[in-house]
């Protein structure tokens, strides 16, 4: 079990967040020994944004077969994965779905995987659709949205759309409760996971768990908010914890350059969740946020215009862990509590 307390969601916030300790640690605004040993294995020190190497040129094939860590089946009952073709009037969206063989009716789980929206698949967390199954007794199904650059924006948004609203229009030939709905995603597919219960479609979605959600796609010199002091770290973590968040400011401006390309203001709310003003359609929140992540800060105020709203939100955040935690499942202590963090939640519906 995680040691836990209560902390200000950020300094001078009078809203709080849980936080979740590292294991055997009793400091604050230190980095998690996976965090440290994964920048020093990479040898890759990016401390200073402004002289990161900069390419216009980039290997997509490559960079997808980057997407995603090593992690392993951890699952101690038979979980059933069943591969299966969602065929809407105009395309097929390829889901997978995890769930226990109990014959019982089952909660929804619609999951969208991370990886920038521009790489990532069902495959490269099925062993997270498959543990987040187990401990929820739940039906998983697992999404494979259209990914940039070849599908810009609205089409993986319009495919998680649509996955839901299948899900609720055919539950009962699937034994699911179409009343207990959850949209759950990291990363991007947080991102996407918020932009479906923001829309008309979130009227359908009972609960909204983001695991370090990408709410935020502006650049960061674009915000009124990030800043490197905002996170606080011992001096002998600093290279490792600005090498972890220039990583992903850079793959964000990435994302930013790729996603939205008709034109689009990047920060309308159905790229950017931060900037909506109507949360009606959101009716409950889960955000998991790593301490280290580039995007927490995001995070942080998308919780408080929730909570402002009158909506039901909790933040749970992993301290000494960076974006991308959740991938490491069997590495990780952080991800098999995170997925049973989850689990609870949904259990609680």
């Not at 990479?42 to 997407?67: H, I, N, Q």
């Not at 101690?76 to 073709?85: A, K």
């Not at 699911?176 to 359908?204: F, H, M, Q």
């Not at 770290?233 to 990435?254: G, K, Q």
Request: aromatic share 12%; hydrophobic share 40%.
């Amino acid at each position: 079990m995680f040691k836990e307390k209560m902390i200000p969601l950020y300094a001078g916030s009078n809203d709080c967040c849980r936080l979740k300790q590292i294991p055997g640690c009793n400091r604050n605004h230190l980095l998690d020994p996976s965090v440290i040993g994964k920048v020093e294995k990479s040898g890759v020190f990016l401390t200073d944004y402004e002289k990161a190497p900069f390419t216009p040129f980039m290997d997509l094939s490559s960079l997808r077969l980057e997407m995603g860590s090593e992690n392993l089946d951890i699952t101690q009952e038979l979980v059933e994965e069943m591969p299966f073709l969602i065929r809407l009037s105009d395309r097929f969206i390829p889901v997978t779905f995890f769930r226990l063989p109990n014959g019982q009716m089952q909660k929804p789980v619609i999951f969208f995987h991370g990886g920038g929206f521009l790489g990532g698949s069902t495959k490269v967390l099925e062993h997270q659709c498959r543990f987040l199954a187990e401990q929820s007794k739940a039906t998983v199904i697992s999404v494979d949205y259209r990914l940039i650059p070849e599908n810009p924006f609205p089409a993986a948004l319009n495919d998680c759309k649509e996955v839901i609203s299948w899900i609720w229009d055919h539950a009962g030939e699937w034994n699911l409760d179409r009343n207990k709905i959850t949209a759950a995603g990291e990363s991007a597919g947080g991102n996407l996971a918020v932009s479906c219960s923001l829309s008309e479609t979130g009227k359908k979605v009972a609960l909204t768990m983001p695991v370090y959600g990408a709410l935020d796609l502006s650049y960061a010199e674009d915000t009124d908010y990030w800043d490197y002091y905002k996170y606080e770290v011992i001096p002998e973590h600093y290279n490792h914890a600005m090498t972890r968040l220039n990583r992903f400011r850079i793959l964000n401006n990435t994302i930013h350059d790729l996603y939205a390309v008709n034109g689009e203001d990047v920060k309308d709310p159905s790229i950017s969740p931060l900037y909506a003003n109507d949360l009606s359609n959101l009716k409950k929140a889960v955000i998991i946020e790593a301490e280290f992540d580039y995007f927490r800060l995001s995070n942080d105020l998308f919780a408080e215009k929730l909570w402002d709203s009158g909506i039901p939100c909790e933040v749970i955040r992993y301290q000494g862990m960076d974006h991308g935690f959740y991938d490491r499942l069997g590495f990780c202590q952080q991800t098999k509590d995170c997925i049973m963090e989850m689990a609870l939640q949904i259990r609680k519906l």
